[in-house]
């Protein structure tokens, strides 16, 4: 006879044995139904807010096993009120790239920071965040410039509606990023540097060192848009650079990247320059010899205040000129946008980078075969 009670433990004999069947046969349920996950369900969810770090083997490809990092650091140059543009830039690269990395940043203004401005960038990383006063020997408009034939120029451009053709702050600024900032104090024991700007956009992920592709390859330059200059900025640049070549024809490296600049041996400029918004350089190359002089020469004979030179074609002639051309590097699968223009990577590098843009709108395709980055990849 089954008295009630025995009726109850078969139920429940029953019960137990279908739960252990369960638990091996099907891996959800048992993870749902675990004593620890119950007991965590008590207690309220715990997700990994923090950040874990994956063995390093994970994100270098290839052999490297030893973590290593390059003598390498961000650098942004920025007023005080740039500064939810700059969060918006540096949080991207900490997400895509840098909270991997663990480089740091050194910002630089002619101004003061304010509290405010450290305050949030170093809120926006674990890596350490340096911040520097710029020279007023390096930032404002040299004494021999003659200031009326500059105001001059300048209403000129105003009137032809150049872009930033009035600002004289725009020009220091030029002139700076031309000749300047690698000199700063902050960045002299530093020798590889990534220029980030203010509301630019990185598109994919970045789990290479682009620090070590620099470092490993003896890259000088690094750039991922290239583009034409506005004739109306630089009239006299190319004149200025050939009488520089002419008199110091020792600085021109061999093997050098002439055909980027120039379709006719260096006859004239072809306009082309690598868009400076983004680089990824060699500061040592900058305090170089032959860039140093050559910055000297151009500085002296004024074109950043009496035209408008900006600093990249200047850093592009600089790097085609007095570098191999092996040493200027295209970054292919670095996604970036900075207004108007963008370069989105294309086929397996899109989706290895796991990149948002879309590849259709990407500034290299829209030239195609014109388009400088591609002529320096078929340079002979
Ligand atoms: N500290 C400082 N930074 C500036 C000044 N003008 C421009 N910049 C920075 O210089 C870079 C280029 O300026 P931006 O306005 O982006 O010029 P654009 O990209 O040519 O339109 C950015 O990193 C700016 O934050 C200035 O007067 N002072
Ligand atoms: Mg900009």
């Keep these: 006879m089954m008295t009630p009670l025995r009726y109850l433990f078969l139920v429940l004999g029953i019960l137990i044995g279908l739960h252990y069947i369960l638990s091996f046969t099907h891996e959800e349920y048992g993870r749902a139904t675990s004593i620890s996950n119950i007991a965590s369900g008590l207690r309220g969810s715990q997700p990994p807010y923090k950040y874990e770090a994956k063995p390093v083997s994970d994100y270098f490809d290839g052999n490297t096993t030893v973590h290593r990092k390059a003598n390498a650091a961000f650098v942004v140059l920025a007023r005080n009120n740039d500064l939810q543009n700059v969060i918006a830039s540096m949080k991207q690269m900490e997400d895509r790239f840098n909270k991997k990395f663990d480089y740091p940043w050194v910002f630089l203004n002619e101004q003061p920071f304010s509290e405010d401005f450290i305050k949030r960038t170093t809120e926006v990383t674990a890596s350490k965040t340096s911040y520097g006063l710029i020279p007023k020997e390096h930032w404002v408009q040299p004494e021999w410039i003659d200031e009326p034939k500059a105001a001059k120029a300048r209403q000129k451009m105003l009137e032809n509606k150049v872009i930033y053709g009035g600002s004289v702050p725009y020009r220091n600024m030029c002139r700076f990023n031309s000749g300047f900032f690698f000199k700063h104090e902050l960045l002299k024991d530093v020798k590889y540097y990534w220029r980030v700007e203010p509301s630019v956009k990185f598109f994919c992920d970045i789990d290479y060192d682009p620090f070590l592709v620099m470092q490993d390859g003896n890259k000088v330059y690094g750039f991922t848009i290239s583009l034409y200059e506005y004739e109306s900025t630089i009239p006299t640049l190319w004149e200025t650079t050939k009488e520089f070549i002419?008199?110091?024809?020792?600085?021109?490296?061999?093997?050098?990247?002439?055909?980027?600049?120039?379709?006719?041996?260096?006859?004239?400029?072809?306009?082309?320059?690598?868009?400076?918004?983004?680089?990824?350089?060699?500061?040592?190359?900058?305090?170089?010899?032959?860039?140093?002089?050559?910055?000297?020469?151009?500085?002296?004979?004024?074109?950043?205040?009496?035209?408008?030179?900006?600093?990249?074609?200047?850093?592009?002639?600089?790097?085609?000129?007095?570098?191999?051309?092996?040493q200027i590097h295209f970054f292919d699968d670095i996604g970036y946008r900075h207004e108007p223009f963008q370069h989105c990577p294309q086929g397996a590098a899109h989706s290895k980078g796991k990149c948002w843009c879309d590849p259709a709108d990407n500034f290299g395709m829209s030239i195609s075969t014109t388009s400088p980055s591609f002529l320096l990849k078929i340079v002979p």
């Design 246 to 326: 002419k008199e110091n024809p020792q600085y021109l490296a061999e093997g050098n990247a002439m055909k980027f600049i120039s379709d006719n041996g260096g006859e004239k400029y072809n306009r082309c320059h690598f868009w400076s918004n983004f680089e990824i350089g060699d500061l040592d190359f900058w305090r170089g010899e032959a860039y140093t002089k050559y910055f000297e020469h151009l500085d002296k004979i004024g074109g950043f205040y009496y035209e408008r030179w900006g600093d990249a074609p200047v850093h592009s002639i600089g790097a085609a000129l007095f570098a191999k051309k092996e």
